[in-house]
């Protein structure tokens, strides 16, 4: 894929630190907890991203910042030039409705829409009304994309696995979102159903031609993208050696397995 | 959905509506989803219970009100009168009239009445044709058969006759009914007697002086001519009407009112019976603020879970870009839209109860009330709007504030701490609830008290539950105990809460039920089966013995006799009364004016007439300021408590015992001595008791009781009560007929009446504890509905840790069970304060302490909360560890 010369997404500094609520035992100190450190992250447009990192490394704690779900504790993000880490809820809630997908590991579907309503939803808060009007016959098509058309009148409870994360990448893509964040979207899923929902991930982008940054730890996973990076430590590593030689192909070679192992080590040895 | 989309078109014409059409419809389709799936069902049971329970609680305590409204009505036969020693001017009736009242005139004076030979005196009422306005006349118009018809006033040139007047005057029986009935003058006019009384409404228990009646046509009092200037009269102008006509009225007349001129209202006329109905009137409205208050809770609650469970969704909705203004707009509009359906489905439930209610006191009530009317269905409306929106708030506020953060930190949001604010809100809606409700500010002050002390308890005693949980923890044995208590002090907090509604249930329970027993029981102690429904009187001294093997030859118990002197009231310590001689200035005739009228709580409020006297005077010690009618016995009155002294000692003379209300207003103590003069002669008696008098029995009651030493040489009459049976009747008329000078009094329609109410009110208390208990069972159910989901949590985790299902339902069962014992703990404590307060400020009852309540409290509550809590986690048991994570996720 080119590169445009346009940033989507810039990290500049970025550290979050939280705050552990004292245990009623202990002294009224709260204990500062550091997560990310001097994250340096820039994302351009059309590009598709890896974050890869151990459990508990941070991965999320990162994507949320960048989403603009969260705000770092210090640094900027900026998203396609403008600085988001300044802006209020309502602000970051009007960018995530224009120009954000979602897509978790948990699905997140609304328990009493149905699989099409649950896809109309992000259509309808729009305030673009040519989206909202259409909000129906698009979520029927977008239903479609993803193999679905049959399950529209279903409710996330009637939906196997699998199938809930293609309503969520229905629903994700219906606003033509520039950015898309997907947080392991196949880590819930057996292996089968895993490879059907990354499959379909990557295709509908391409197509689109979205932004993509990906959290997982899975390193099969990570190769479909054209970049990784590592969080290990609250500490980003670009093009880490151990990662990187698989390059974007999808074809798989006989060092994978043994490049799977290499990068779980790295990773531990990380700790 | 199609058309849905097409309407959305359409009405889009400017953006931002179309915008705000578009989070209408999501919310729309989020409450058709959310109910068809029974997400909605507590949150709308709850509003539904609020709605229909305050509909047919509010048109039950309406109905009864009317009931006792109209009742005790009838016994100043109006709504209101007005009563006055001098002449009414004609404006007032014009006034009256004016307004759309109903009006009638009353003159009471005594003459003499004459039939051929015979004389004797009358105590006449002469009455319009609309007499009574309330309540019902009896007039038999023969006397063998004695049957009697409700009656209007009589026509001019009738009259009507108390039996004892009527042989009295050697009058024919024979020829009562028959074309020429018999004659009687009134002063120059003569009048055809056409009936007797049996019974009137507004001359309840004229037991003393009122065995001569003679009613008549107002309209004839001129032509008698007895009516002169300085002859002891007394007048009453009646209304009846609707309340807002009559507070006019009032309004109108009070400013111009003469100094012997009185207005009453139905409650000043303090009966047996208005006092027993306005405690039963005062419980249904307790019980519907209590409803009110559960059924409050249960919204408070099962909203709390409502948001609870949406904490997920709306994450969701904003991190997909949701505003919060979008998600107020859907989330409110969503609340509106379940509060409009379940106060619907209340309405339509509510009305089918006070149908079911109104129909049920059919029966009990006067055919001309008017129809229930949208009162109850405004209020319930209200209630379950003001219920639906004021008490969800808290859960609301908490459920905009969720960070879209959850959908990555999952547990984000989920410590429920609802903010000071939202339990002001909360404190000063109930508050005002109660107020409204019940328009009565000593009942808020009541709940608000015992409100705090609920509060304060359970504060100290989750405490001191979470202190312990902690300690005990580890060492406790029983692994199904450990779980419990290891659950107890996780949710800590939660448990806080759990209690407050448990507790709450529980003791509005145990208040109800109290209350419902001492006021049953009271009432059935008032009136038991064959209570005396006749009172004899009159009889003289050399008579006594015969009148008695009369009553023993038909086998006719007779209670306890009572001779009755009348004497005065002069000095206390030697201390001379002033005498402001009320006998004087209000005739005889004049209803209120008998003072120990057996069984007549209208002494009361002649007591209070007295008091008011007694403060525009002030010079020196007043005296009663009538002749008391005396009685002297040495057996102790039953319905009497004896609170100070010793019961008349043997070989002690000038024995006397004092009525507790004229001891105090008199400040008569143990041991003064009192002068009296009884006809020519001063006595004087020493005070040896002090009684409580049951003004509200059926009993021949005294003010004062001499020992026989005392007055046992004067001429008395004597008083009895019996009970009759309906065969019996007939014999009465013989005996009064052989004792010319005895009258009967029959007290039965009005026993059979309260009765009759008193059942009707006995069954609403019943019909509204039920609606109390439902109540309390959904805030239980919701309750513990609002833990199910942590439950099903830990369930999970125990379940595939390998714990049995039989280990996890005990432990369920333990904590439920010590969290039930613990709420019935503290609901009892908490319920025998508010019962001391109910009692001694609202119900003007005595207090005692109600030890079965510390028993019934934790062990209903126990068992109650277990069972349901128990029997709603039950299906959380039976699930495999696989579909309770399918179930979570
Ligand atoms: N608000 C917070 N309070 C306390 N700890 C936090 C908070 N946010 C994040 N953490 C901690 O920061 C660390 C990183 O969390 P994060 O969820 O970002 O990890 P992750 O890389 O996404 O892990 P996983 O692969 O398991 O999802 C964790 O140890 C987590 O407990
Ligand atoms: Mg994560």
Redesign the interface.
């Known amino acids: 894929m080119s590169q445009s010369r346009i940033s989507a997404l810039v990290a500049t500094n970025v550290s979050k630190q939280v705050s552990l609520p004292s245990a009623p035992s202990s002294s009224s100190d709260e204990k500062q907890l550091s997560i990310l450190n001097d994250i340096e992250l820039t994302i351009q447009d059309g590009e598709s991203i890896a974050i890869v990192g151990a459990s508990g490394s941070g991965k999320?704690?990162l994507?949320?910042i960048l989403a603009g779900?969260?705000l770092p504790t210090t640094g900027e993000v900026h998203f396609y030039e403008k600085q988001i880490n300044t802006l209020n809820?309502?602000q970051r809630?009007?960018?995530?409705?224009?120009e954000?997908g979602?897509i978790?590991q948990?699905?997140?579907?609304?328990?009493?829409?149905?699989a099409l309503?649950n896809v109309m939803?992000?259509a309808?808060?729009?305030?673009d009304?040519e989206l909202?009007?259409n909000?129906?016959v698009k979520a029927e098509q977008w239903l479609d994309k993803v193999g679905l058309s049959h399950r529209l009148d279903h409710?996330p409870?009637q939906l196997s696995g699998g199938e809930q994360q293609r309503v969520a990448i229905a629903?994700a893509f219906i606003t033509n979102p520039k950015l898309l964040f997907a947080?392991e979207p196949s880590a819930n899923l057996d292996t089968e159903n895993g490879k059907l929902v990354e499959d379909l991930l990557f295709e509908l982008n391409e197509k689109a031609n979205t932004t993509l940054v990906l959290v997982t730890h899975d390193l099969e996973l990570a190769k479909r993208c054209q970049r990784r990076v590592l969080l290990t430590n609250g500490h980003l590593v670009e093009k880490p050696a151990v990662i990187n030689e698989g390059g974007d192909s999808s074809t798989s070679n006989n060092t994978d397995k043994s490049l799977d192992v290499q990068v779980a080590e790295a990773i531990s040895n990380a700790f | 959905?199609?058309s849905n989309?097409q309407l959305?078109?359409q009405i889009?014409t400017t953006?931002s509506s179309?915008?705000f059409f578009?989070?209408l419809?999501?919310a729309w389709?989020?409450f058709v989803?959310?109910l068809g799936?029974g997400?909605l069902t507590i949150i709308a049971l709850s509003i539904i219970l609020a709605v229909s329970s305050v509909m047919a609680l509010s048109s039950v305590t309406d109905r009864v009100e009317q009931a006792i409204m109209s009742k005790s009505a009838a016994f100043i036969a109006a709504d209101r009168d007005l009563q006055s020693s001098h002449p009414i001017d004609n404006i007032v009736i014009e006034k009256a009239n004016e307004l759309g009242l109903q009006t009638d005139k009353h003159i009471y004076f005594s003459s003499m009445a004459f039939a051929g030979d015979e004389m004797n005196i009358a105590v006449v009422k002469a009455v319009t044709e609309t007499y009574p306005l309330r309540g019902e006349l009896f007039i038999s118009q023969d006397l063998v058969t004695n049957q009697s018809v409700t009656k209007k006033g009589p026509k001019q040139g009738e009259a009507w006759l108390s039996k004892r007047l009527f042989y009295a005057l050697s009058l024919d029986d024979a020829m009562l009914s028959s074309d020429t009935p018999p004659v009687v003058e009134v002063g120059e006019l003569a009048l055809n007697v056409t009936g007797i009384i049996e019974s009137e409404p507004d001359a309840p228990f004229q037991v003393f002086d009122s065995g001569t009646r003679l009613i008549m046509n107002i309209g004839d009092v001129p032509a008698t001519n007895v009516i002169q200037p300085g002859s002891r009269i007394f007048y009453r102008d009646l209304f009846a009407g609707e309340a807002g006509q009559l507070d006019e009225l009032v309004q109108w007349l009070e400013p111009q009112l003469k100094p012997n001129q009185e207005i009453r209202d139905v409650k000043d006329g303090e009966t047996a019976m208005s006092n027993a109905l306005q405690r039963a009137e005062s419980f249904l409205m307790l019980a519907g603020v209590l409803g009110l208050l559960l059924a409050a809770t249960a919204v408070a609650v099962a909203t709390r879970l409502y948001s609870q469970r949406h904490f997920?969704?709306i994450?969701?909705?904003?991190?997909?870009?949701?505003?919060?203004q979008?998600v107020r707009v859907v989330y409110l509009f969503q609340l509106v839209l379940i509060t409009i359906f379940s106060v619907l489905v209340g309405i339509i439930i509510g009305s089918l109860i006070q149908g079911v209610a109104v129909e049920a006191m059919a029966g009990q009530l006067p055919k001309d009330l008017p129809p229930v009317g949208f009162k109850p269905l405004l209020i319930a409306i209200a209630t379950g709007a003001v219920c639906a929106l004021m008490f969800s708030i808290p859960s609301l506020l908490k459920l905009f504030s969720v960070p879209?953060?959850r959908?990555?930190?999952?547990n984000l949001g989920d410590n429920f701490a609802t903010s000071i604010m939202a339990k002001i809100i909360m404190a000063i809606t109930t508050i005002l609830l109660v107020l409204i409700y019940s328009q009565n500010l000593r009942l808020t002050a009541i709940v608000m008290g015992a409100g705090a002390v609920l509060v304060a308890v359970i504060l100290v005693v989750s405490n001191i539950m979470i202190r312990l949980s902690r300690k005990v923890g580890s060492s406790v044995g029983g692994s199904a105990i450990k779980i419990a208590l290891a659950s107890l002090k996780r949710r800590a907090s939660e448990n806080t809460s759990q209690l407050i509604g448990f507790t709450l249930a529980i003791m509005l329970i145990l208040i109800l039920y109290s209350l419902e027993n001492s006021i049953i029981k009271e009432w059935q102690q008032q009136l038991p089966e064959g209570t005396p429904n006749h009172f004899v009187i009159n009889i003289a001294q050399h008579e006594l013995e015969q009148v008695k093997q009369e009553f023993e030859q038909k086998d006719i118990v007779l209670e306890q006799f009572y001779p009755i002197i009348r004497g005065r009231l002069t000095t206390i310590n030697d201390e001379v009364l002033l005498q402001n001689d009320r006998d004087k200035d209000k005739s005889g005739a004049k209803l209120t004016d008998g003072e120990e009228k057996a069984n007549n709580a209208q002494t009361k409020a002649e007591n209070r007439a007295s008091d008011e006297e007694e403060g525009s005077e002030s010079e020196g010690r007043k005296g009663i300021g009538r002749e008391l009618n005396l009685t002297f016995t040495e057996l102790f009155p039953e319905n009497n408590t004896l609170l100070e002294g010793e019961w008349m000692t043997e070989g002690v003379l000038n024995q006397v015992s004092v009525e507790k209300g004229v001891a105090e207003r008199m400040e008569i103590k143990l041991g003064d001595k009192l002068g009296f003069l009884i006809g020519a002669r001063e006595v004087e008696v020493n005070v040896t008791s002090i009684r409580d008098v049951n003004w509200n029995s059926f009993q021949p009651n005294f003010f004062m009781i001499f020992s026989n030493d005392v007055v046992a040489d004067f001429p008395a009459t004597y008083i009895s009560a019996f009970y009759l049976s309906k065969e019996d009747k007939l014999w009465v008329n013989q005996l009064v007929k052989q004792f010319p000078t005895l009258s009967i009094i029959d007290v039965e329609a009005m026993i059979n009446e309260i009765q009759q109410v008193i059942e009707q009110v006995s069954v609403s208390i019943s019909f509204v504890l039920l609606v109390v208990v439902m109540a309390a069972t959904l805030v239980l159910l919701a309750q513990v509905q609002s833990s199910l989901d942590e439950r099903r949590k830990e369930t999970v985790i125990y379940r595939t840790l390998g714990a049995k299902g039989s280990m996890i339902q005990n432990a369920i069962t333990f904590e439920f069970l010590s969290l039930g014992a613990i709420a019935g703990i503290i609901a009892a404590l908490v319920a025998e304060v508010s019962l001391y307060l109910l009692q001694s400020l609202m119900f003007d009852m005595d207090w005692v302490p109600h030890p079965e309540l510390w028993l019934i409290g934790p062990i209903s509550g126990a068992v109650f909360v277990a069972l349901v809590g128990t029997l709603s986690t039950r299906s959380l048991l039976k699930m495999t560890p696989n579909e309770l994570i399918?179930?979570l996720?």
């Open positions: 999320s704690t994507l949320g779900l969260d809820e309502e809630a009007q960018i995530r409705r224009t954000v979602f978790f948990q699905f997140l579907l609304v328990p009493s829409l149905t309503e939803l992000p309808e808060l729009s305030d009304p909202r009007n909000a129906k409710f409870n629903r947080d | 959905m199609h989309s959305a078109k889009n953006d179309g915008a578009t989070w419809k999501i389709r989020l989803r959310e799936r997400e997920d969704s994450a969701i909705f904003k991190t997909l870009g949701a505003s919060v979008q879209p953060l959908v990555l930190r999952r399918r179930q996720s």
